[in-house]
């Protein structure tokens, strides 16, 4: 086992990473930015280290800085975090260069499925269904002709990257030069990699994700799946496990296969594969994202395992101690993701300083945040504030105690999107398991947005 891990990333998720550390015995070292100097994460690790000013791109993306940061801090690993390089195969080759272990799949796996297009094709072959998709294209003219093949409505992709970038719905034939160079330009600036595919649309699809870990030894285990369909222009707001309206049957199908696929690409430690859902529950592949979700709580909650902890463990070369079989999937879990923007305001990004923060408490009830009152929040990074995670014995329990609980919490000094959470809690298409991707856009006068 480590004696001592960087975390590469910052906020919520590196102290997530360092109280998993503690609980192991490992000491932790937090890369931090000049603008993070005063964060919770940086108090709380064993050792920290400047990689930068404040801009992500000469701090927590500066792969010399934080390699070194590593080697002279007398780290074994290095732990990415989310977001920033955590899905970067050349990161990940780096580190395995100079005999740090990179605690995530191998540069070889990320690089085959952080390329969407050449996801599909391996997680085909592997036998998961597609929709009808194309390669990569980069000129206006082999797109069209594609879409003509596909027809409309069709959705256009970044063929790299994440987040939501450059996903587009094209209703008809007139929109799709202008929504085609717009989401070009957009992946171009995002991803300096101009690359886009066309994918069938399925309208009022449900997104749902299958969590999985696979370690060294040939062993691997699916810990159920997540309902991902709440979402806002492609970035998700709240998630859920298990999915409403998902029989128990179809989730220990498709848990089963992704195990199978990922393991035929010699793919390791914990990843997750996202599927849209049609009306009649038939699921086809969408992408996999090769590192810890912002939204693993509630799969921990449900099954009681540390991801954190069995990410770690992967990577020191133990065989997973869980068996598919010994598999608990218990209640229901949420998780609100409370973000610095103001909702009213087409959900517009804020800074400022927290003046006073309350999270709420009570059984079931679990926040993931680096807050705490007057802390400033900076400029340059993702406006995720805090994730409210709770946990009941079925869904409308743990509807009721997200609601409770959002109620409780207290964030003064800028606008939150606690308030665009409470009505989204209480609205009917909610309560009845009937979100899908698109709800929110199509909701947005009653959800006041």
Same mark, same amino acid.
């Given at each position: ?65 934080? +390699?070194?940061?590593? *080697?002279?801090?007398? $780290?074994? !690993?290095?732990?990415? /975090?989310? =977001?920033?390089?955590?899905? @970067? ?60 093949? +596909?027809?409309?409505? *069709?959705?256009?992709? $970044?063929? !790299?990257?994440?987040? /939501?970038? =450059?996903?587009?719905?094209? @209703? ?278």
């Amino acid at each position: 086992m480590f004696r001592k891990i960087l975390i590469a990333n910052r906020g919520e998720i590196a102290l997530r990473v360092i109280r998993a550390c503690r609980e192991m015995g490992i000491r932790t070292i937090i890369a931090h930015s000049e603008a993070d100097r005063d964060s919770l994460p940086v108090r709380m690790a064993d050792e920290h280290i400047c990689i930068g000013p404040g801009p992500s791109g000469k701090s927590y993306l500066n792969i010399p800085n934080i +390699i070194s940061a590593a *080697l002279i801090s007398g $780290a074994e !690993a290095i732990h990415p /975090g989310y =977001g920033f390089l955590s899905e @970067n195969p050349s990161f990940a080759q780096i580190c395995a260069d100079v005999n740090l272990t990179f605690i995530g799949p191998s540069a070889t796996a990320m690089a085959i499925m952080g390329d969407k297009v050449s996801a599909r094709e391996a997680m085909a072959a592997a036998g998961l269904p597609m929709l009808p998709g194309t390669r990569v294209l980069r000129t206006l003219a082999e797109a069209r002709e594609a879409a003509r093949e +596909i027809g409309f409505p *069709l959705m256009l992709k $970044a063929a !790299a990257g994440g987040g /939501g970038r =450059g996903i587009r719905l094209v @209703n008809s034939p007139e929109e799709f030069e202008r929504v085609f160079t717009l989401a070009q330009n957009e992946v171009r600036e995002a991803f300096s990699d101009d690359g886009l595919y066309l994918e069938r649309y399925l309208p009022r699809a449900r997104h749902i994700e299958i969590q999985v870990l696979v370690d060294h030894h040939g062993n691997g285990v699916h810990l159920g799946e997540r309902n991902c369909s709440c979402q806002r222009r492609n970035q998700k707001v709240l998630e859920e496990s298990p999915s409403p309206l998902l029989p128990p049957e179809l989730r220990q199908e498709i848990g089963m296969k992704a195990i199978r696929a990922v393991q035929q690409i010699g793919y390791t430690n914990a990843g997750t594969l996202e599927f849209l859902l049609d009306d009649e529950n038939r699921y086809y592949f969408m992408e996999m994202n090769t590192r810890l979700q912002v939204e693993h709580p509630v799969t921990e909650m449900v099954t009681s395992v540390d991801l954190v902890k069995e990410q770690i463990r992967i990577a020191a070369g133990e065989p997973l101690q869980l068996k598919q079989e010994n598999i608990q999937f218990r209640g229901h879990a949420i998780e609100c993701r409370i973000t610095a923007e103001d909702a009213e305001a087409d959900f517009r990004p804020q800074t400022g300083v927290v003046e006073k923060y309350l999270p709420p408490g009570g059984p079931g009830v679990r926040v993931d945040s680096h807050l705490y009152a007057g802390y400033s929040v900076p400029p340059h990074y993702d406006s995720l504030l805090a994730k409210l995670i709770v946990w009941a014995e079925d869904r409308d329990a743990a509807i009721a105690r997200m609601q409770r609980a959002l109620d409780e919490f207290v964030i003064e000094g800028l606008p939150t999107t606690i308030p665009f959470h409470q009505r989204l809690l209480r609205h009917q298409v909610f309560i009845r398991g009937e979100a899908y991707t698109r709800f929110l856009q199509e909701e947005a006068a009653s959800l006041g947005i």
